[in-house]
């Protein structure tokens, strides 16, 4: 599913996930798809394996680091889908690309499921929602040498957002050919750096990671509030989710149930911990699916 920094992170109970998260009621998956048991019942790309399409490192919910050993995800939703896998003896295989490019990898099975996506309706018709596992919130980052007095000082300045991410809509409607496109956060945060812009809107914590981890003590973060931009609350809380194919239910049911099952353990503790962030607590009911 990519205004997002030191921000609150919230230990979501089903009772919120019902209420809130968004503008969204959410509703039971209904899953038409059967799956024996055993691994060898998981439809995949290529037995055996579970390949996952991921659009780089988003802290916290996810990382992404290249080793000698090829290509490595970590924090919360790293972990779990490496602890999933290890619970099924499925090997991962990761195609990195851009946020854009990740639903097209799962749709064309390209890959078995996309990492770290917030809900949108528009999504929904093309892929399906697993449950979720991480909620964040949204900010706008500038430079501290920039003047910035509020959400009326964007009037002026040049933006950057990041292409098929939630807030780009919002902000192109009300700020025009002010909005820059990139394709990756990266080189969003880099525009912000370099002064190709002077806003950049991306998930609070972001300056976590390269390359606003590295001038942290020069950028200052600024949190979006519901209605802010005209955006509702499911556009400024993000809930992180993955999603496979419409045609491949069954993968999302497995994981579901290893993720509820991985929730009443130390182990889910220990996931988020290492992250100092909170994760939504299985049972929750899932997002409207419609494909």
């Known amino acids: 599913m990519k205004l997002q920094r030191r921000i609150i992170y919230v230990l979501v109970a089903t009772a919120l996930l019902a209420a809130g998260c968004g503008s969204v009621a959410p509703t039971s998956k209904t899953n ?25 490192t988003d802290p916290p919910a996810m990382s992404v680091s290249v080793t000698k050993s090829g290509i490595k995800i970590g924090d919360p939703g790293g972990d779990i889908m490496t602890s999933f896998a290890k619970a099924e003896h499925l090997k991962l295989k990761f195609i990195e690309t851009t946020f854009a490019s990740v639903i097209l990898d799962v749709e064309e099975k390209k890959a078995d499921i996309g990492m770290g996506y917030y809900y949108s309706t528009a999504r929904a018709q093309e892929v399906y929602y697993t449950d ?96 802010q931009f005209g955006m509702p609350r499911a556009a400024v809380l993000n809930t992180f989710y993955n999603f496979v194919a419409c045609s491949n239910k069954g993968l999302a049911a497995v994981y579901d149930k290893y993720e509820l099952k991985l929730a009443k353990t130390a182990r889910w503790k220990a996931i988020f911990k290492a992250t100092k962030v909170s994760g939504v607590t299985p049972p929750v009911k899932p997002p409207v699916e419609v494909c």
């Open 132 to 227: 979720p596992y991480f909620q964040s919130t949204a900010g706008i980052f500038t430079l501290k040498a920039t003047p910035y007095k509020g959400i009326s000082s964007l009037s002026t300045m040049k933006i950057a957002a990041v292409t098929g991410e939630l807030w780009a809509p919002y902000l192109q409607k009300l700020y025009g050919s002010n909005v820059l496109l990139y394709s990756t956060d990266v080189d969003a945060a880099a525009a912000l750096l370099n002064g190709q812009v002077q806003a950049f809107v991306d998930g609070a914590l972001y300056d976590t990671a390269p390359p606003l981890s590295q001038h942290r003590s020069e950028v200052a973060v600024h949190l979006i509030k519901v209605g």
């Open 32 to 56: 038409s798809t059967k799956v024996p048991k055993g691994t060898g019942s998981l439809k995949l790309i290529t037995p055996g394996t579970l390949t996952i399409s991921t659009y780089g």
